[in-house]
């Protein structure tokens, strides 16, 4: 069975709260509870967290075992060169996921310090982006 993560970073615990017009009503527990159904043959984990060096500690723990890694660094992938050196450190291929078209807002949202070492980019479906991100590990 392949071993998947999604790790999420700052403010995505408030989803379904948080900006709904730009992120939706959907709380992130509720979405994963249907993901997990329909990709029912495929392990999925879930690590959210608000602090940065957490999220690359979660990346080192998970970076050379997992079959894949979905990452929403939010914010933090604006601005994070630890972040994007742990994504260049680790074997596990990392798929981007946004929620929103990050290049349709404001241009400090158009930088990205780890799409340079995914192997793809997924932004603008909505919570659908964490679908395509774990298909595209299932149909390589
Ligand atoms: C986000 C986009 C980021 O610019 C923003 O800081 C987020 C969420 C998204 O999923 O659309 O917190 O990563």
Do not use: W
């Not at 029912?40 to 080192?60: A, P, R, T, W």
């Amino acid at each position: 069975m392949k071993k998947l993560i999604i790790i999420n970073g700052p403010n995505l615990n408030l989803l379904g709260k948080r900006e709904p017009e730009i992120y939706g009503h959907q709380t992130f527990e509720d979405y994963l509870a249907r993901l997990k159904s329909k990709f029912s043959d495929v392990l999925i984990e879930y690590f959210q967290s608000n602090i940065e060096g957490e999220l690359i500690n979660k990346l080192q723990d998970v970076g050379f075992s997992y079959d894949g890694i979905i990452l929403n660094a939010a914010a933090y992938t604006h601005t994070s060169v630890g972040i994007g050196d742990a994504v260049k450190a680790i074997k596990t291929s990392v798929v981007e996921v946004h929620i929103s078209n990050t290049f349709s807002r404001e241009d400090f949202r158009h930088q990205s310090y780890i799409s340079q070492n995914a192997i793809g980019v997924i932004l603008g479906f909505g919570l659908k982006s964490y679908d395509l991100a774990v298909e595209s590990f299932l149909n390589p």
